[in-house]
């Protein structure tokens, strides 16, 4: 049962990880290739959500992806 609860999403936000939605959609933003400056996200952590406006992003390169 321990296994269970801190592989649910719920534990998994509680260890620090957040999960970050496009506000419009809902859809999971998983690269900053899914973003535009000035549009609204929303990131779900352990205990509230972070309602933000995107501003320029620099993509990060990293070797062999």
Known sequence: AQVLEALSP?????????LTVDV?????????????????IKTK??????????LPTTEEIVPGR
């Open 45 to 54: 952590l352990a205990f509230g959500e972070i309602h933000s406006t995107v």
């Open 24 to 40: 419009k959609t809902g859809k999971l933003i998983t690269s900053v290739q899914e973003v535009a400056p000035g549009q609204t």
């Open 10 to 18: 719920l534990g998994v936000l509680a260890r620090g990880y957040s």
